[in-house]
């Protein structure tokens, strides 16, 4: 049970806290649409990966499983993908770039501080543009916000990989804020 | 108050500066509250449910699952109400996202405390959503 009387206490995560107060929501929604969904050089896919990454960082079993989920969906992985993001994609074929950008979110999940002048070139050595830089310190700020929030507040989260896998599928190719 | 607290907990100068200027000019121009509550919630001159809700805060930057239930409790307890703690627990989890954001990109950030006064004003009385007036790295004020 929440630490707060939610209007629907079955919604889990965050989908119950979107629910109680619609006015916050929306604006939280519309930037997880826009940063994980919107155009980008950067694949949703991979987009995904670095929100589940740092959700798996900050503890935060709800926002991992459903975008690892999201993740799988995009890439078509099969929810194996959950438990690799969880070990940092040791066999997973992800590019250099992508494993630099993770490492800058990694620092931002830290402390933004962490990122370093070097972190930075590493990414840019492996191909990083200035807005894939900005969006990846943003994602991961972001979810540092959404991962305290759900719980912060205590919400409840389904266990299994498996009871993510429909959210995973609607996040991908719905969106967000359409639930 | 909650703003700038928990971006001194996240160690971000801009935020801080600039919530905490913002914070006093609502407050009736008062920078003596401001900087009580940085130095020491529980001794700040605020109410009890404030410093209730800041303990949440500061729970919530170290990470959600720190709020415990006990810490909700005193804070209905000095009456906040579900939509307080809700929003309070929301206002520090988005800091630490713009704490992030602000530093994660080394952004210049100015270190001349009239700039934050007049930047906390403007903010005060016209929101978030009007155009910022210019500064140059310089510091002085266009």
């Not at chain 1, 807005?131 to 943003?138: G, K, Q």
């Not at chain 1, 991961?140 to 409840?156: E, I, K, P």
Request: charge should be negative; proline fraction near 4%; glycine fraction near 8%.
């Amino acid at each position: 049970m929440a630490h707060i009387k939610l209007l629907n206490e079955e919604l889990p995560g965050i989908v119950g806290l979107l629910n109680y107060r619609p006015e916050t929501g929306k604006p939280l929604t519309d930037l997880a649409e826009v940063l994980l969904r919107g155009p980008s050089s950067l694949s949703s896919g991979e987009r995904e990966i670095i929100a589940a990454s740092v959700s798996y960082w900050n503890g935060c079993h709800f926002c991992h499983t459903s975008h690892a989920a999201a993740a799988a969906a995009h890439l078509k992985s099969g929810l194996s993908l959950i438990d690799d993001i969880k070990a940092g994609l040791p066999q997973t074929p992800v590019s250099d770039k992508l494993r630099s950008l993770l490492h800058i979110a990694h620092q931002v999940q830290r402390n933004g501080k962490n990122v370093t002048e070097e972190d930075v070139a590493e990414a840019r050595k492996f191909g990083a543009t200035d807005i894939e830089i900005h969006d990846t310190v943003l994602i991961a700020a972001a979810f540092c916000m959404y991962n305290r929030y759900v719980d912060g507040l205590g919400t409840w989260a389904p266990g299994p990989n498996e009871a993510y896998a429909e959210m995973g599928e609607r996040m991908a190719h719905v969106g967000y804020g359409k639930f | 108050m909650i703003a700038t607290y928990v971006s001194r907990l996240n160690t971000c100068k801009y935020c801080c500066n600039i919530h905490g200027a913002i914070a006093q000019h609502q407050l009736g121009n008062n920078a003596e509250i401001v900087k009580q509550v940085l130095d020491d919630p529980d001794s700040a001159p605020i109410s009890s449910k404030m410093k209730a809700l800041l303990k949440i805060a500061a729970h919530v930057q170290s990470g959600g699952k720190n709020v415990t239930p006990a810490d909700v409790e005193l804070a209905r307890k000095e009456g906040a109400t579900d939509i307080e703690i809700h929003d309070t627990v929301l206002i520090a989890a988005a800091f630490c996202m713009y704490n992030r954001y602000v530093d994660g990109l080394a952004t210049w950030q100015p270190d001349d405390a009239a700039l934050y006064d007049k930047m906390g004003e403007q903010r005060a009385r016209e929101g978030y959503l009007t155009a910022p007036f210019k500064v140059n790295p310089t510091q002085e004020l266009v």
